[in-house]
């Protein structure tokens, strides 16, 4: 009970920090920036201060990130590096949420672990079939289903299971008659 509330408190804080963050830089247009720099050299310096500090804890957060994730961390020096080096940028974060994803799968039980635990028994797997393991099959042929099954022996005239053809252009009567050949088969 005590680690909910001291994370539901965290998470307030942090959240309202970002909101104000985020707030107070949309409210100054990028354009802007060099105006307020040639008439405040005080703001310029602010703003160096502030692009540096931001800078770091970018390296920092990616230098953990991609240590955690394997991937190669993107080297931030300047804020240019962040639009040459965006896409290495995304694959750590994703690297990241991905992780946090899976983790909060497991923890809610939506998602099982995937190595099993000391206590449980691997899964047995079934043995590999092979290339023509569908071919190997017992399988009943569908035919035998048929209410009507065919007969490859029958050696008469064709003799069709229709009786009648309620929408046809030619009649029932019409198809259904038996052409003699001039052999005098049918």
């Given at each position: 009970?005590?680690?909910?509330?001291?994370?539901?408190?965290?998470?307030?804080?942090?959240g309202a920090s970002l909101v104000a963050t985020t707030r107070s830089a949309s409210?100054?247009?990028?354009?802007?920036?060099?105006?307020?720099?040639?008439?405040?050299?005080?703001?310029?310096?602010?703003?160096?201060?502030?692009?540096?500090?931001?800078?770091?804890?970018?390296?920092?957060?990616?230098?953990?990130?991609?240590?955690?994730?394997?991937?190669?961390?993107?080297?931030?020096?300047?804020?240019?590096?962040?639009?040459?080096?965006?896409?290495?940028?995304?694959?750590?974060?994703?690297?990241?949420?991905?992780?946090?994803?899976?983790?909060?799968?497991?923890?809610?039980?939506?998602?099982?672990?995937?190595?099993?635990?000391?206590?449980?028994?691997?899964?047995?797997?079934?043995?590999?079939?092979?290339?023509?393991?569908?071919?190997?099959?017992?399988?009943?042929?569908?035919?035998?289903?048929?209410?009507?099954?065919?007969?490859?022996?029958?050696?008469?005239?064709?003799?069709?299971?229709?009786?009648?053809?309620?929408?046809?252009?030619v009649p029932f009567e019409e198809s259904a008659k038996q052409i003699i050949e001039e052999d005098g088969s049918t």
């Amino acid at each position: 009970m005590e680690s909910t509330g001291l994370y539901k408190t965290i998470q307030d804080t942090v959240g309202a920090s970002l909101v104000a963050t985020t707030r107070s830089a949309s409210k100054l247009a990028d354009e802007d920036l060099d105006f307020h720099r040639s008439a405040n050299p005080l703001i310029g310096i602010n703003l160096d201060r502030q692009n540096a500090r931001l800078l770091g804890l970018a390296n920092r957060l990616l230098a953990h990130s991609a240590s955690s994730s394997g991937l190669v961390r993107p080297q931030l020096e300047d804020s240019e590096d962040v639009d040459l080096n965006w896409t290495e940028i995304v694959d750590v974060v994703d690297s990241l949420l991905e992780k946090a994803d899976t983790t909060l799968d497991e923890f809610s039980g939506v998602l099982k672990r995937l190595s099993p635990s000391k206590d449980q028994d691997p899964v047995p797997r079934p043995a590999q079939l092979g290339f023509n393991a569908f071919r190997n099959q017992d399988l009943s042929k569908p035919q035998l289903l048929f209410d009507h099954v065919p007969h490859n022996q029958f050696n008469g005239p064709f003799q069709p299971l229709l009786t009648n053809k309620p929408h046809a252009i030619v009649p029932f009567e019409e198809s259904a008659k038996q052409i003699i050949e001039e052999d005098g088969s049918t």
